[in-house]
């Protein structure tokens, strides 16, 4: 591989105040206690925020209880208007904001600045359309909101996931309580700020900071209508166990473990670039990552051999660096989960490898990395690891693909890669996941569903499909 | 006399031409009418034709745009029309037209990435088949435009939102060549939109018999004889025709019959087996 020079965004468009507090009722204002929020890349302290208690997440819960009445009163035109103007504020912003996101979260500068943020600007525009056009929706002539949506979201995509959060909530005349991660608050704080900048009526948007326990109160406060959580599947058991009883009305984006799906007629180039940004995209923190890869036994060789050139072709380093392909792992717990659960593969026989790499000495990192040999019984191929590894997995009918593919509890998404459309579309009918991917993967927009089946969640996320979740 | 020493600054006023192509030429018959005291051009059977060609030329790509960049320009034209208020105000159009001028392009830009979710659809056909029902614009559009403002906004949005090109005849110049000067600063690529000033009933007949227009609006044509004389030339080569209806209230919510209308719908199937 050829040396590139180092190519440093600079973050200098990036201004951190020392400290942040909680956003509520249109204010920013101060909790009892606070944490700080660290680079991943350095393990440099960023900054300060708040750690929202009972008493906070009840202030914020009241405020938006208080803002529903006149927000959800509001025509739907002038509803679409405030959500335009915050979509064109992230347009303006996304320079800064991409910077931001890459600082907090560790993802390369060149996935926060040509995915995430172009997304989040695409994905408040097109439910700004949505206000004023409910009842063309297909869910009756005249669909009302829930009321107080409390919403938390995971590290992986911190400001596309408070997008498709606050996005649909607010065009159906929902109200918000949004808790971001405990690793990746910062976003959806400067987001706070895009909300001032857009005159959006206070309490209409509510942000507390904080931990898993500030996420619980707020899932379990009595006056909140709609729970919203994406995360792992365990806390979403506890969630849906939690609101049993209550009538709040609840959407879920949990894990996956998706089988990529390659057959003997694929071209086989095309498929290697799939696979690789189907689990080295955004470090593999992505629910719906390509986690593993069924080959037909014909071609496994020829085409892991060409996925191991390839790899040896990823940069991992500095995520400003504009040349970087994979980012630093968002925080220690999760580097410690990902190097557990490696360990666990090579012990229970699966044949490792990762391609040279420098790693850097400060921060969070793990080289890219596969597993060959892998069988159904592996923990590598049942749980998901939610980090840049790849289980490798063969078959030799589509039929033993579709069996090997839908064996999981999970049902998010898949990837299918073949030249025969007919062959794509019975695998596709055949897969219990709610996303598949055919001779592409890891693709996303505004109009496009996303949810899962089984133990991935229910309820759909962006396209008309993802009003329903706020709409009685 | 002025009271001031100084003698008064005498106004530069604007010239009112044709909108073709992305251009503002005068009419090629070198005709203008009196309006308001201002010559603005007459338009012409030969007009009209380069604006089609003009139209043509453009229409592939528009409709080939992603509807979210095509919606991103709907907006930009409401913000356009927004920051032109008082300009429309001194033409004569009260305030409230022109703010919903400006609230029926965000309208139809939300429209543009939605209009196929609602028009389109997945058909369980009995047998190992993917099949899909696609809206996909008509292509050229022949327009003549009711007098409001906000009436020839309202025939012109819902016509290229979905990817149309249109020929508009306009019978109210000034406001509908200032229009035109917002299209022109909001990205709306040259061709997309041509605004004709003159007689609907000169330029209509040249438009419904043209073999290059795909479909014809009749909206603001209030003699029926001639509606019928249109809609029997359009025949010829079978253009979709939207009739005129007496007494449409343009301030009330649109609905998505002005888009369905110059939309064709295309069914795609595919086989599913191994």
Same mark, same amino acid.
Do not use: F, I
């Given at each position: 591989m050829f040396e590139y020079a180092p190519a440093p965004e600079s973050r200098s468009i990036v201004s951190l105040a020392p400290s942040y507090g909680l956003f509520i009722d249109g204010e920013f204002g101060e909790a009892k206690d606070t944490f700080k929020t660290i680079n991943p890349a350095t393990e440099e302290v960023l900054t300060e925020v708040a750690l929202a208690g009972p008493e906070d997440v009840d202030r914020a819960v009241a405020a938006a209880r208080r803002a529903f009445e006149s927000w959800s009163a509001r025509p739907g035109s002038e509803r679409a208007k405030y959500l335009f103007r915050i979509a064109r504020i992230i347009q303006e912003r996304s320079r800064e904001l991409a910077v931001l996101e890459s600082l907090d979260n560790g993802k390369p500068i060149k996935e926060s600045r040509d995915v995430d943020l172009p997304l989040v600007a695409a994905h408040f525009f097109y439910y700004a359309g949505w206000a004023d056009k409910l009842k063309y929706a297909g869910f009756g002539s005249d669909p009302r909101p829930l009321g107080v949506a409390g919403q938390v979201i995971p590290w992986n995509f911190p400001l596309l996931m408070l997008a498709w959060k606050i996005a649909p909530a607010l065009a159906t005349g929902n109200t918000v309580v949004l808790k971001p991660a405990e690793t990746t608050p910062l976003s959806a704080l400067f987001f706070a700020d895009v909300c001032r900048q857009a005159d959006l009526p206070p309490g209409v948007v509510n942000i507390v900071t904080g931990a898993g326990d500030t996420g619980r109160y707020l899932v379990e406060h009595p006056d909140v209508n709609k729970v919203a959580f994406t995360g792992s599947t365990e806390v979403g058991r506890q969630i849906a166990r939690s609101v049993a009883g209550t009538g709040k009305r609840l959407s879920l984006e949990l894990g996956g473990k998706a089988a990529n799906i390659v057959f003997d007629d694929a071209p086989i180039d095309q498929a290697v670039e799939g696979i690789v940004n189907g689990i080295f995209f955004n470090q593999g923190h992505v629910c719906c990552a390509g986690s593993r890869l069924l080959v037909q036994e014909s071609v496994a060789e020829e085409l892991l051999s060409s996925l191991r050139r390839r790899m040896a072709t990823l940069r991992v380093g500095d995520p400003l660096d504009k040349n970087t392909d994979i980012g630093a792992i968002n925080s220690r717990a999760q580097l410690d989960k990902i190097v557990e659960l490696s360990e666990i593969g090579s012990e229970e026989g699966a044949e490792r490898w990762s391609p040279p790499c420098d790693l850097p000495d400060r921060g969070f990192w793990f080289a890219p990395t596969i597993f060959t040999g892998v069988t159904q019984a592996h923990r590598i191929a049942r749980e998901e690891i939610f980090g840049p590894v790849l289980s490798v997995l063969t078959f030799r009918t589509p039929a033993e693909a579709v069996e090997k593919a839908n064996?999981? +509890?999970? #049902?998010?998404s898949a990837g299918i890669w073949s030249d025969k459309g007919s062959q794509i579309l019975a695998v596709a009918d055949k897969l219990r996941a709610g996303v598949v991917w055919a001779n592409t993967f890891n693709k996303f927009d505004p109009t496009s569903p996303f949810g899962g089946y089984k133990e991935s969640g229910y309820g759909r996320e962006g396209g008309r499909h993802g009003l329903e979740a706020y709409l009685a | 006399m002025p009271k001031s020493s100084t003698p008064t600054r005498l106004a530069v006023r604007k010239t009112y031409k044709l909108y073709v192509g992305g251009k503002f030429p005068r009419s090629e018959s070198g005709r203008t009418y009196l309006v308001d005291g201002d010559n603005v051009a007459l338009a012409s059977r030969k007009d009209a034709r380069d604006a089609v060609v003009a139209a043509r030329a453009a229409q592939p790509k528009w409709a080939g745009a992603t509807a979210y960049n095509r919606g991103q320009v709907l907006y930009r034209i409401a913000e356009m029309v927004e920051a032109r208020r008082a300009e429309f105000k001194a033409l004569g159009v009260s305030g409230a037209e022109v703010d919903a001028v400006t609230d029926r392009w965000v309208w139809y830009a939300g429209w543009s990435d939605k209009i196929a979710q609602v028009a389109g659809n997945a058909n369980p056909v009995a047998g190992p088949f993917f099949n899909i029902s696609a809206p996909e614009p008509t292509g050229v559009v022949g327009v003549v435009a009711p007098p409001s403002l906000l009436g020839l906004v309202s025939v012109i949005a819902p016509a290229v939102v979905t990817g149309n090109t249109v020929v508009v005849v306009a019978s109210n110049p000034q406001a509908a060549i200032t229009l035109a000067e917002v299209l022109a600063t909001s990205d709306v690529p040259g061709g997309v939109v041509n605004i004709l000033t003159g007689s609907g009933a000169e330029i209509a007949p040249w438009l419904a018999s043209h073999d290059d227009v795909n479909a014809l609006d009749l909206a603001g044509i209030e003699d029926a004889d001639l509606a019928t004389e249109l809609e029997r030339a359009a025949a010829g080569t079978l253009k979709r025709v939207l009739r005129p209806v007496s007494g449409?209230?343009? *301030?009330?919510? +649109? #609905? *998505?019959g002005a888009m369905t209308a110059l939309l064709e719908i295309k069914t795609v199937w595919h086989p599913k087996g191994f």
């Open positions: 064996n999981t +509890p999970y #049902g998010l | 449409v209230d343009y *301030t009330e919510d +649109p #609905g *998505t």
